[in-house]
């Protein structure tokens, strides 16, 4: 079983729309996650942080559920700016973070 | 502006020939990382350091060498002995333990002619 497990896409929505992605980790003792974005041939930049009473900012709120491992990352009004590749990324505590593979979104006009 | 920096951007070498990746970081961060990316997968990791003079294997480090004689640089040697050489590869540090996420350079993509 992989670490981080990300459905990979992709995820076809119109503008305006609200899409929710999911990932679960399989290590019980991780003890940060982070949602990064990934633009096409480009780095990953961090998005936010995921704290287990849940964030907000802006359009984007993250979930945390540790009793089912599971993070998740809601997008509201969606732009076609937001079109990317959303990464999982969990500290399992061994000095490394972990990245699952990432879920392509696309938002068409 | 503090930040990673990757150099050069784009590489391109022929078969059998060891390369030598840059990366330097002026965020004052005492942990710096490499990863590997290939077309539609997740990061590799392949060595890092948290610390000058010391560093750890990744879950990919054959055919790969580092040195961290400061803290500001971690250079990538991929040597011939890597297999498939080809890839993105991205450079990250973190202040210590990454609890608070990384930060990235803008990687270099790595082409073997």
């Known amino acids: 079983r992989k670490e981080v497990e990300q459905d990979p896409g992709p995820f076809n929505v119109p503008e305006g729309a609200t899409v929710a992605f999911n990932c679960t980790y399989s290590?019980?003792?991780?003890?940060?996650f982070f949602w990064y974005r990934q633009d096409c041939r480009k780095e990953p930049k961090l998005l936010m942080s995921v704290y287990s009473s849940g964030n907000e900012d802006g359009r984007f709120t993250a979930q945390l559920n540790r009793a089912s491992q599971y993070i998740s990352l809601l997008i509201r009004d969606s732009k076609l700016s937001d079109s990317a590749t959303y990464l999982c990324v969990v500290n399992t505590g061994f000095q490394k973070l972990v990245f699952g593979t990432g879920t392509r979104l696309l938002v068409s006009p | 502006d503090g930040g990673i920096t990757q150099s050069p951007k784009y590489l391109f070498r022929k078969e059998g020939q060891n390369v030598t990746l840059s990366c330097e970081q002026n965020l004052n961060h005492d942990a710096m990382y490499w990863y590997r990316q290939d077309p539609g997968q997740g990061l590799r990791l392949i060595y890092y350091?948290?610390?000058?003079?010391?560093?750890q294997k990744g879950d990919i480090a054959e055919g790969y060498s580092v040195s961290r004689e400061k803290k500001e640089s971690f250079p990538l040697t991929v040597t011939s002995a890597q297999k498939n050489p080809t890839a993105f590869y991205l450079c990250?540090?973190?202040?210590?333990?990454?609890?608070?996420?990384?930060?990235f350079g803008s990687g270099t993509r790595l082409t073997i002619v």
């Open positions: 990250a540090s973190s202040i210590g333990q990454p609890g608070y996420g990384y930060t």
């Open positions: 350091s948290q610390i000058v003079n010391d560093f």
């Open positions: 290590n019980s003792a991780s003890q940060s």
